[in-house]
């Protein structure tokens, strides 16, 4: 019951057409994780960033380096 790992889920995009980026909101600083249609420049959310674990669990799903994420305010 207690101290279980979770198992670790895989996000899968289209690398072609998506870019894996983090929205910031500039008037809460809030952040959320998403994809980025590279053509149409549509925003995909997949979760909400509260803290720089998150935000690795989020890179190691998607098999990306967080230097690797584009940023959009």
Avoid at 3 to 12: A, L, Q, V
Avoid at 44 to 70: H, N, Q, T, W, Y
Wanted: hydrophobic residues 35%; glycine residues 4%.
């Amino acid at each position: 019951m207690f101290n279980k790992k979770k198992k670790r889920e895989t996000i899968t995009y289209n690398a072609e057409l998506e870019q894996p980026a983090v929205k910031t909101s500039i008037c809460t600083g809030e952040k959320v994780a998403g994809f980025m249609e590279k053509e149409t420049r549509h925003f995909r959310d997949v979760m909400l960033i509260r803290s720089d674990r998150e935000l690795a669990d989020f890179c190691e799903a998607c098999g990306v380096k967080p230097e690797e994420l584009k940023s959009i305010v």
